[in-house]
């Protein structure tokens, strides 16, 4: 039973290997395990590449199993299709599409595989250019907030510096007047007279304008700290917001790229692994001798071929002798007087109701 399978996977006509010997049977039961054991190949690795992309088991499953009978089709076809000749170099020229075929149809299977085998080795890739794309999108952000920050904080400083320089303006005059009291500066006498009543009352305005400057400026630089962290706070809710794209990075596309940054060598071996087992079919019927399959097959073709060249003979033989058989019927009509009398006749009476209608046609016009 799964001799006949096998057999059936292969391409071969089962009622020709039926009257083959057991070691025939075998050899074709063995290419066509090569093709089912691909197609089941097929099957996990397009499965596993369109989980990534669907994230849902059952879709993967579904399309992994119709891309499986797929190339179990295409394989089965390649192998069917390649007979056995007597020329060498006749079985090369027809194989060598297939081979390019199945060159592709291995990559196509190797490459999902590569990224299930090699998955911790891309995950690390992946983190790795994630965590680039996420200091990038932060600078990136930043450059849209940075420099209105940066002149907020300038006019913070701007104010603050006011504050200071009218309070250094007020505590120099609380010393004049401190001075003038204790006569160490000034007129030098001792005591709060006239003098030292008008710098106070100078510091006393300076210190009022202070305190108001300070109410003003203070609130100012309230409402600039607010601007500052709204700003902070937007710049936080981007980084939020665009995170997320960045974290799902992880498609099809981006695992292939990053297979493609890890060392070739043991991706170009699994590659050529799975090569071997796609064309291990074609190969194995170009290096096998002709077998008693190969014989029968091309017996039962022969036969076909000159059954269908004998009809094609007899019909143009047939053609052939019909025509000649209708130039001599019309050739001989052709001489007989009466029915040349005839056709006049007939030809006359159809040029009288040609000039009957046309005139009855006339005379209605009229």
């Given at each position: 039973m799964l001799q006949r399978f096998f057999i059936f996977c292969s391409g071969a006509d089962?009622?020709?290997?039926?009257?083959?010997?057991?070691?025939?049977?075998?050899?074709?039961?063995?290419?066509?395990?090569?093709?089912?054991?691909?197609?089941?190949?097929?099957?996990i690795a397009s499965g596993y590449a369109l989980y990534t992309v669907f994230d849902n088991i059952f879709s993967a499953i579904f399309f992994g199993l119709i891309w499986g009978l797929l190339i179990f089709n295409l394989d089965r076809y390649i192998v069917s299709t390649l007979k056995k000749r007597d020329n060498k170099w006749s079985e090369i020229g027809q194989a060598t599409p297939r081979i390019i075929l199945a060159i592709i149809i291995a990559?196509?299977?190797?490459?999902?595989?590569?990224?299930?085998?090699?998955?911790?080795?891309?995950?690390?890739?992946?983190?790795?250019?994630?965590?680039?794309m996420t200091l990038a999108n932060k600078e990136q952000l930043a450059l849209q907030y940075?420099?209105?920050?940066?002149?907020?904080?300038?006019?913070?400083?701007?104010?603050?510096?006011?504050?200071?320089?009218?309070?250094?303006?007020?505590?120099?005059?609380?010393?004049t007047y401190i001075s003038e009291a204790e006569g160490t500066a000034g007129t030098l006498l001792l005591g709060k007279g006239p003098v030292y009543k008008e710098k106070r009352e100078k510091h006393d305005a300076y210190l009022a304008e202070l305190q108001q400057l300070k109410q003003t400026n203070g609130e100012k630089i309230a409402a600039l700290e607010n601007q500052i962290a709204a700003l902070n706070t937007d710049y936080d809710t981007a980084?939020?917001?665009?995170?997320?794209?960045?974290?799902?990075?992880?498609?099809?596309?981006?695992?292939i790229n990053a297979l493609g940054k890890l060392p070739w060598f043991p991706s170009f071996?699994?590659?050529?692994l799975f090569l071997a087992i796609e064309t291990a079919p074609i190969i194995a019927k170009l290096l096998a001798p002709k077998g008693e399959y190969d014989y029968k097959f091309e017996e039962q073709e022969s036969v076909?071929?000159?059954?269908v060249t004998q009809k094609v003979k007899q019909r143009k033989m047939v053609l052939s002798t019909d025509i000649t058989l209708n130039d001599k019927v019309y050739a001989d009509i052709k001489s007989e007087e009466e029915l040349y009398n005839y056709k006049k006749r007939k030809a006359?009476?159809?040029?009288?109701?040609?000039?009957?209608?046309?005139?009855?046609?006339?005379?209605?016009?009229?």
């Open positions: 089962t009622q020709i290997l039926e009257t083959c010997s057991n070691g025939e049977r075998n050899k074709y039961a063995g290419i066509g395990a090569t093709v089912f054991f691909t197609a089941v190949m097929a099957f990559v196509v299977i190797s490459k999902p595989l590569e990224m299930k085998i090699f998955e911790k080795e891309i995950n690390q890739v992946l983190l790795e250019e994630k965590n680039a940075t420099p209105t920050i940066a002149s907020l904080n300038q006019d913070i400083a701007g104010l603050k510096e006011e504050i200071a320089a009218k309070e250094a303006e007020t505590n120099a005059l609380y010393d980084v939020k917001t665009t995170q997320p794209v960045i974290d799902g990075f992880d498609g099809l596309m981006a695992r071996f699994i590659f050529l076909v071929a000159t059954w006359e009476e159809l040029l009288k109701l040609q000039a009957d209608s046309f005139h009855d046609l006339q005379v209605k016009n009229l």
